[in-house]
């Protein structure tokens, strides 16, 4: 027997709210590899060219990789054997852009360095912009923090246009963090 409707939860409803709002694709939970394989294979049945598909896998990889090494929500993957990042990611689009968003809980002293950080990447033109993925690449890894620090600039590099980031305090060690990055439909 169905629970009363005031505390019910619409799947119906929530999927009329995806495609309203031009919704493709939602992925919330743990981010792994198996993860990763899935997207892929949703994005390849992309309709449009292959180029933005590949650049859209390349965003979403990337978001997933914050996710998966930075989110301070963190749950135990037997697959994997390790604690993983928790968040939600989807794909979307407008009349003109396709739209990735990532979404995952940080403490409040990475959230001040991660908006300075896209502050400063935005502020770059692309030659600049250039200039300091390649500073980047041969600067030593930061200790204790996978990757080389390039995930920003990369992002901003494959679409073209500015990151758009976002804090939402939860409480006084956390704010959750949405980062939205857009590519123009016909950029290819």
């Known amino acids: 027997m169905p629970e009363e409707k005031e505390n019910y939860f619409s799947v119906k409803d929530f999927k009329n709210g995806l ?13 792994s590899q198996d993860v990763l394989s899935l997207i892929g294979l949703n994005l390849r049945k992309n309709p449009n060219s292959e180029v933005i598909s590949k650049r859209l896998f390349a965003l979403v990889v990337e978001m997933s990789q ?5 989110s301070a929500e963190r749950e135990y993957s ?6 993983v990042g928790v968040g939600v990611i989807s794909i979307g689009e407008d009349d003109e852009f396709y739209l990735v968003r990532s979404g995952n809980l940080v403490d409040n002293k990475s959230a001040k360095e991660m908006k300075e950080r896209a502050e400063f990447i935005n502020s770059l033109s692309e030659e600049e912009l250039k200039e300091y993925y390649k500073a980047q690449r041969k600067m030593p890894q930061r200790e204790g923090k996978p990757g080389a620090n390039l995930g920003f600039i ?14 939402e305090p939860v409480d006084d060690q956390h704010s959750f963090y949405v980062l939205s990055v857009k590519v123009k439909k016909n950029s290819v």
């Not at 493709?24 to 743990?30: D, I, K, L, N, Y």
């Not at 037997?78 to 604690?83: G, L, N, R, S």
């Not at 990369?154 to 804090?167: A, C, I, N, T, W």
């Open 154 to 167: 990369d992002m901003r590099r494959k679409s073209g246009y500015p990151l758009e980031v976002y804090f």
């Open 66 to 70: 914050n996710i998966l090494h930075y």
């Open 19 to 31: 495609v309203d709002h031009n919704i493709h694709m939602v992925f919330t939970g743990m981010f």
């Open 78 to 83: 037997a697959k994997d054997k390790a604690y």
